[in-house]
């Protein structure tokens, strides 16, 4: 009888250390963000004011727009706007080669978001490299909404 109690406890302890091991490991694949980039999206972000001010200087040598996303890890909309339309494949492919990204969280990057009118999640603000804001976009849009901005606003970077 104290065999079968041992030997219980002993498999309760290794099921349980392993599925400890298990969802530690899982917790450090899966990043939203590290000191200087985020990723939402399936996309990579740079991350914060100096993250901004970095794509700024990017977006000047090579010619490309600026989009900042500003979000919040407890808004729900933005979690599905992340999936459904920063992951539709048409939007990604522009937004990964034809623009530089920037992405704000709103419980740290206040004063950001305040400088831009942004008072709530998801918010996309696009604009030249320069800084002039050409387009906003409040709220969680649909792909077919924001491709053709998406595709006007590079276009109005490009003829300049």
Known sequence: MRTKKLVSILVLVLILVFAYFSYTTALTNF?????TNSYLGG???????????????IA??????VMI???????????RF????????DVKKILEEDYVLVAMDL???RQVAQQYGVSYPPYLVFM?????ILEKIP?????????PIVKQVREKVRGK
């Open 107 to 109: 419980d740290i990057d």
């Open 31 to 35: 990043t939203l963000s590290d000191k």
């Open 60 to 65: 000047q040598q090579e010619n490309k727009p």
């Open 139 to 147: 709220g969680a849009v649909e792909p077919g909404y924001l491709l």
């Open 82 to 89: 992340q999936t459904d339309t920063l992951g539709n494949p």
């Open 43 to 57: 996309i990579k972000f740079h991350r914060a004011a100096a993250g901004l001010e970095e794509g700024f200087q």
């Open 128 to 132: 030249d490299p320069n800084g002039t």
């Open 69 to 79: 996303y500003f979000w919040a890890i407890w808004c729900q909309y933005c979690a």
